[in-house]
């Protein structure tokens, strides 16, 4: 299966909105990932999605069409973002 991911931060280490200097950060620490890190720091996917920040990680599924499949949160919930996901692919 073919997927891609993108990752996006709220916050900075400073507590501040996030930047693009602590996207470049994170990426550096995780890594250098092969998925893109975005600042996200005006809350525009939080508003547009159920993710609250209550509760972390945070994660939606998106299909191509950028249609929300599937949100959870918690520690483990990408097992089951996956599957809806897998779900999604075998549908179309």
């Known amino acids: 299966m073919d ?3 993108l ?3 709220y916050q ?6 996030a930047t693009a200097d602590d ?3 994170y990426a550096n620490t995780i890594g250098n990932p092969d998925f893109p890190v975005f600042a996200d720091g005006e809350e525009k996917i939080k508003s547009a ?3 609250t ?8 599924a998106l299909s191509p069409a ?4 599937y949100c959870t949160s918690g520690h483990g919930g990408y097992e089951s973002t996956l599957d809806a996901i897998r ?3 075998a549908s179309n």
């Open 87 to 89: 779900e999604h692919a």
């Open 23 to 25: 996207c470049a950060g």
């Open 66 to 69: 950028l249609e929300i499949l």
């Open 49 to 51: 999605t159920p993710m």
């Open 7 to 9: 990752f996006a931060l």
């Open 12 to 17: 900075g280490g400073s507590g501040f909105a």
């Open 53 to 60: 920040q209550n509760v972390h990680p945070e994660m939606c």
């Open 3 to 5: 997927f891609s991911f």
